[in-house]
């Protein structure tokens, strides 16, 4: 005899087949005293108690295609949830030809059980980012039919943002870029999301209730709903960068790392007593950077554009803007996705293979401030 426990807790299935084997044996017993056949039935089956469902999750991108690189980072972050069927990601970059864009994104963001927004100063800028697809999204949000979760991309001033009352991702609100290791932030990011849908799951459920249909355009749904909808998620395609984007990469770059600095120092200055700071610009390829404590120097550095081939910017613990000599540099490199710094550490500390230029600026800078840390 075979007993089938479908559902049951793992903790009641013994007590459970020993009741239903009693019974099996009990009718059994019952039939010989009537005189009739001893026949039992093969299979006796629990009545289970629920079947769990997972449901998939749709997940929307608000975001500027100014960040479209970290973007693509963060959904490849994303890939385990959807092999594992939990979400469904959907950004303006899956519209077919020939759709309407309007009404396309319109659609998208209505069904959608969780809406990303990847902020920066670039989103908070873009008026169909900001008015329309956030105004709506927290629309949905306070009507409890969907999740908003503010994604907090590059340092902005967000807080005072009608999401600004949200909790933010990564942890703690830091953006994306100030990390380190960018792919930790975004790792975190993920955990975040993957977390809000286990949840919704074990209660039974979306992260959200969907939307009825008839809150969609008739139109906008329909095209939803077309067979030309019916597509893969992996749409994505290889990028190729050229020598100009790779020199325009480096330029804005050193652009960054010199604006970094600066007001790196001034803050550094202005919190601590005794502290004095000098930045110097020294021509468009080169500044130096010092910090004096009680009018002792205690730590500089020159940063130039150069390094091997003069495709990188070099850190020099040397204040001199004509030395030949560094002690660590990062070069452009890129994958088939977005160009990124790569770092050559030549004595001062680990650091990650991938990096963003804000990443790149906060690398150097730990080294200049290490000295009075």
């Known amino acids: 005899m075979v007993v089938e426990l479908a559902g049951i807790e793992p903790e009641c299935s013994l007590a459970v087949a020993r009741h239903s084997v009693h019974a099996c044996d009990s009718r059994a017993n019952s039939f010989r005293k009537a005189g009739r056949s001893d026949e039992r039935p093969q299979t006796a089956r629990a009545t289970p108690r629920h079947r769990r469902k997972y449901v998939m999750a749709n997940v929307f991108f608000s975001y500027s295609h100014e960040d479209e690189e970290l973007r693509n980072r963060l959904e490849k972050h994303l890939a385990l949830l959807k092999r594992q069927g939990l979400i469904e990601a959907w950004h303006d970059r899956r519209i077919l030809a020939g759709s309407e864009l309007d009404e396309t994104i319109s659609a998208n963001l209505e069904s959608a059980d969780i809406i990303l927004l990847l902020v920066s100063a670039d989103f908070l800028a873009s008026d169909y980012c900001y008015s329309r697809e956030m105004g709506r999204a927290m629309e949905r949000h306070a009507e409890g039919e969907a999740v908003v979760i503010p994604v907090i991309l590059k340092p902005c001033d967000w807080h005072s943002a009608p999401f600004g009352k ?204 290490r000295p009075l840390q």
Not at 218 to 247: G, I, T, V, Y
Request: with cysteine.
């Open 166 to 369: 949200l909790l933010a991702t990564p942890r703690d609100g830091k953006a994306v870029t100030s990390w380190a290791n960018v792919e930790e932030a975004l790792a975190d990011v993920a955990s975040h999301i993957r977390k809000r849908v286990e949840d919704a799951n074990r209660k039974g459920g979306k992260p959200a209730s969907a939307v009825p249909p008839q809150a969609v355009p008739a139109n906008a749904a329909a095209a939803a709903l077309s067979p030309a909808s019916l597509r893969s998620s992996n749409l994505r395609l290889k990028q190729e960068f050229n020598e100009h984007d790779r020199d325009t990469f480096l330029h804005d770059g050193f652009e960054l790392f010199a604006q970094f600095f600066e007001g790196s120092l001034g803050e550094l200055k202005a919190r601590n007593s005794g502290i004095q700071t000098t930045f110097r610009r020294i021509d468009a390829n080169c500044f130096t950077a010092t910090i004096y404590n009680g009018g002792k120097k205690v730590s500089e550095c020159a940063i130039r554009i150069g390094g091997i081939g003069g495709r990188g910017i070099t850190y020099s613990s040397d204040a001199n803007p004509n030395g030949n000599s560094f002690n660590g540099s990062v070069s452009v490199e890129s994958d088939d996705q977005g160009l990124y710094f790569s770092p050559m550490v030549f004595g001062f500390g680990e650091a990650e293979k991938r990096m963003t230029k804000e990443a790149a600026a906060e690398h150097f800078w730990a080294t200049l401030i």
